[in-house]
């Protein structure tokens, strides 16, 4: 394709929150980068926090940082993992980001002195920020997905927005794709097409109008020829513009569902693509879910977590054991283990049949005695461990509370007063008072000693991850650690930051300061994951 041929494709939900819009954006995404365009996602949400970085978990789900330290939605994750490209900040917007950058340029008068209105200055910047993702006129194809649901208030202006933003750039050029729910009634036994057919007339009364519906489905009520029919009469698509995105075992075959759909080959049609190449590559992708359906071995890992109640707090975990397990052709289990239960509870009735243990990062002191004792419990039971950001700073304290006698030894963050605080405030963090965005975020790099499970898993001696966390392994007591048997084989030199742990004789202890999780893609699985279920399958067997 040319550079000046653009093309937008809109992304938009209705009836219900929850139904796959990520996975749909992130789905297309595959199938489009496969036919060998070049193509970008972004996510647009209603929300008035500047960023997810200060929402609780339970409410949002897991906060995404991308390497340039843009704290986002667990959507941006979903991006990551299905297209495998590295996004930025220029990928994610908020009305609250909205509104701030506008009263910004107000209070210094770039307007002139202008009534500031959401239309059309509000609209102005949200329809800047969707092009300026491709300020270098590099993609083919932006996707943007409007989070929320239609007929949301705080998501009118980005309606609005589109809109106008489809008459500046063609008709032509920008397809509208709106996801809804086909709920089954029992009591009619018949599947409903009312509440898609309102979500639509919410879309039309605002000036847009969906070219494709995709249709979320559950168990074995699918779609048929006579529900498309239906649907294209009352939502003015074609009826071979409506698919199914039904109930499946992993995400990861929503791509193929939709591709046996010809979902892509209809997209590319309608914006008149034009492609050298018109064969989706799907076959990696074919064989990964072979294997995910059909695999060889299973090991259990417990995840000790406070935030257990909404698994989406942990949810680039949950899909990193899926990518290790595919790679080691194993079905990775995961028993949920809150972390403040290990304080009252017996630990070998807790981690019964558990094959290996993962703490991950989090925040406050909440369940941090029991996340020591998961440490303590792996590490003197042999058992294969990897601690995430607070995981590995707990299994820090765990070592030096039960192996170098420092008794009380703490983080800072815990217990300000403690004698032995080996995990502490960087110096330079300790006068901040906001949250938002105070943490060391983002891509750091690390040097990685040979010898280690570390460089075993990398195979490389400098590697890049990213950070989300204001505390540190305290210098002061790295001798001492060192000397008693804890290895610090992964170092920021150029702050002299510990970035990775290890204990020596053990089948495979680490702990790092980053978050792997977020570097895990469906077709390039993390190392350190990779790894981590590897040595969970060699305990496994070895019972």
């Known amino acids: 394709m040319s550079k000046n041929q653009t093309k937008y494709i809109f992304v938009f939900g209705g009836v219900l929150s929850g139904l796959g819009k990520g996975i749909v954006a992130s789905s297309l995404g595959y199938l489009l980068k496969s036919l060998n365009l070049n193509i970008t996602i972004q996510k647009l949400d209603p929300y008035l926090n500047v960023d997810p970085g200060t929402m609780n978990p339970f409410q949002h789900g897991e906060v995404f940082v991308l390497d340039d330290g843009s ?3 667990l959507d941006l994750g979903h991006y990551e993992r299905f297209i495998d490209v590295n996004l930025s900040r220029e990928n994610t917007t908020s009305s609250g980001r909205v509104y701030w950058d506008v009263l910004k340029r107000e209070r210094k008068g770039d307007y002139l002195g202008e009534t500031i209105q959401v239309i059309p200055h509000i609209t102005d910047e949200i329809k800047r920020r969707i092009i300026k993702v491709n300020n270098r006129k590099k993609f083919d194809v932006i996707i943007t997905e409007v989070g929320g649901t239609v007929g949301d208030i705080e998501g009118q202006p980005f309606y609005e927005a589109i809109r106008q933003l489809i008459l500046d750039q063609g008709k032509e050029n920008c397809l509208v794709i709106h996801t809804t729910l086909l709920p089954f009634i029992n009591a009619a036994g018949e599947v409903k097409t009312k509440p898609t057919q ?6 039309r009364e605002i000036g847009l109008e969906p070219d494709m519906l995709v249709c979320r489905t559950e168990d074995d ?3 048929n020829s006579k529900i498309k029919k239906k649907l294209g009469l009352f939502c003015n698509v074609l009826p071979e513009h409506v698919f199914e995105s039904p109930d499946v075992d992993s995400i990861y075959e929503i791509p193929l569902v939709l591709n046996s759909q010809k979902f892509d080959s209809y997209i590319v049609s309608a914006l008149k693509i034009n492609l050298k190449n018109n064969h989706t590559k799907l076959k990696y992708l074919k064989e990964a879910i072979n294997r995910y359906k059909n695999p060889e071995k299973d090991v259990t890992i417990a995840l000790c977590g406070k935030y257990n109640g909404l698994h989406d707090a942990y949810k680039s975990i949950l899909e990193a054991f899926i990518h290790s397990g595919i790679k080691n052709k194993a079905k990775v289990h995961v028993k949920w283990i809150d972390s403040e239960t290990l304080e009252k509870d017996s630990l070998e009735d807790k981690f019964l049949g558990v094959d290996g243990i993962l703490i991950p990062g989090g925040f406050g002191n909440r369940g941090i005695e029991g996340k020591i004792l998961a440490s303590k419990f792996s590490r003197e039971n042999k058992i294969p461990f990897l601690g995430i950001c607070l995981g590995m700073q707990c299994a820090v304290i765990d070592f030096a509370r039960h192996i170098s006698k420092m008794n009380g030894a ?8 403690t004698k032995y605080p080996v995990i502490d405030l960087m110096p330079k963090q300790k006068k901040v008072k906001n949250k938002g965005a105070t943490m060391r975020l983002g891509s750091y790099k690390c040097s990685i000693k040979k010898n280690s499970f570390a460089y075993n898993a990398y195979k490389e001696i400098s590697i890049e991850e990213r950070h989300r966390h204001r505390y540190e392994v305290n210098d002061k007591f790295e001798k001492q650690l060192l000397k008693d048997g804890l290895s610090f084989s992964g170092k920021n030199k150029k702050l002299n930051l510990v970035e990775v742990v290890e204990v020596e004789n053990h089948p495979w202890f680490v702990g790092v300061q980053f978050h792997p999780e977020l570097k895990s893609r469906i077709v390039k699985v993390h190392p350190l994951f990779k790894d981590f279920i590897a040595a ?7 019972k």
């Open 71 to 73: 704290e986002t939605d």
């Open 198 to 203: 309102h979500s639509v007339m919410r879309l």
């Open 221 to 223: 009520n699918h779609l």
């Open 410 to 417: 703490n983080s800072t963050e815990f217990n300000k007063s």
């Open 536 to 542: 969970a399958i060699k305990f496994n067997e070895a």
